[in-house]
């Protein structure tokens, strides 16, 4: 079975294998591009129908958002 790439999680992978501090994860945020592109669907799913890649594209995004926030509630745990 191949493995396809999720460009939405590769951004997040990269910052993960970095392994960065807390406070690294808690101010972690999407790359400009990245926050376009989210931006963009957002406003198309709105305004229009998207395809269903698009569609596939857009819950990726939100996966990703909803692991990074609860990444970043476990790391402020942690702070104390």
């Known amino acids: 079975m191949a493995i396809t790439r999720a460009p939405a999680f590769d951004e997040v992978y990269e910052f ?24 963009e669907l957002l406003h198309r799913n709105k305004e229009e129908s998207l395809t269903a890649d698009e569609e596939a594209e857009l819950d990726e995004f939100l996966k990703v958002e909803h692991f990074m926030r609860m990444l970043k509630i476990k790391a402020r745990e942690k702070q104390g």
């Open 16 to 39: 993960l294998v970095s392994a960065p501090s807390r406070d690294a994860i808690i101010a972690f945020r999407p790359s400009k591009e990245t926050q376009a592109r989210v931006s």
